[in-house]
């Protein structure tokens, strides 16, 4: 809370808060006399990192770890690792830092950054940065956004994940629905395992699989969607089309394994419906053949939700291979390099999705990275159906997403506190923030240079 005795404003929402202060402070006393930037919380140069915790939820509707920072001050920082990772990309960092102070970010974040890797290996760097800002922003008494620079919007609009169909029309219905809650983007699947039972829809060699858990990646399974098969994919866009209209931005995701000529293909058959993006046609390690489908398609293609750290995505930028990126915040490299990615993407002409999978603890680490970036577009949200999510935590408006649109918090650091008797009802296994002594001391060499 900051004072400021020639601000009568402020010094009636002072006085207004003082009972948080404690004893010794009443509106009768001399406000000057109480040092500027105190926080009822915490001595910030004094704050030590003592303890990481972990309690993990399950069907929100993913499986995410949630850790806890402790201090010696008694304020907790709030993280979360990437669904579906394991706890323990978060665990194996506690020994690198304990007794560091939380509010030096980038330097923890540099140092536990090796630590990292691409999806859910970068789990654990993002759940403990998450913490680390949350941690200062309680500290300094600043909402995360308001440390990243400021706001760009109060609210953040939302694209919500929805149940797929076959039948165009109930899977349309079901988008209109979304549309009527609010809802101003929307995104379908579209997978060619959609056809691919329909005699002479694709092509493929005897046993060529199109599923996500397959080790061969889409150029290499010798799947190839057929005109046929396109021509079945457009009808059911354009079906979908119909009953949503042409007004509102649709994206499309999870094409399956095919290859970049498939790929080109069917963008040009998808042209005239006008979509708002092709998400992960091919994986995006493939900057040159990403190239090859943007220079061909006039739909924009985007990727990024499995990209680790800047350099790649600034590589997708620079060389125009995708029209957009979409980093996850718990896999990117948490908030600030998650601003950075959309802060040099900007300067490339890219915009900015986020692609989220998890709590409302990583949502609200999205909510302030979007609020303070000035290219971000729409963020996704997979747990609208889920009548808890927004109980896991107290603290903010409710329900969290609103008219599909989610409001930045003004509270310090993230903004949430979990709720505990709800997070227990939803535990992946036992052990609500447990005892982790087993994680203080690792022996280990970490250095990467000689
Ligand atoms: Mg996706």
Redesign the pocket.
Known sequence: MRLNSTNQEGRRSFLKGASALGAGLWAGEDLDAYPQNTTTNSTPSGLRITDLRVATVARAPMTCPIIRIDTNQGIYGLGEVRDGASKTYALMLKSRILGENPCNIEKIFRKIKQFGSHSRQAGGVCAVEMALWDLAGKAYNVPVCQMLGGRFRDRIRIYADTTESRDPKVFGERLKARHDQGFTWLKMDLGVEMVADTPGAVTRPAGASFAYNDPAQGMFTGIEITEKGIAMLADYVAQVREVVGMEVPLSA??FGHIGVNSSIRLGKALTKYNLAWL??MIPWQNTELLKKISDAVDIPILTG?DIYLKEPFMELCRTHAVDII?PDLATAGGILETKKIGDGAQEFGVPMVL?FAGTPVACMASVHCAAATGNFLVMENHSIDVPWWGDLVEGVDKPIVNQGFITVPDKPGLGVALNDEVVKQHLAEPGFFEPTPQWNVDRSSDRQWS
Do not use: A, P
């Open positions: 995701d999870h998400e992960d939700e979409q692609h």
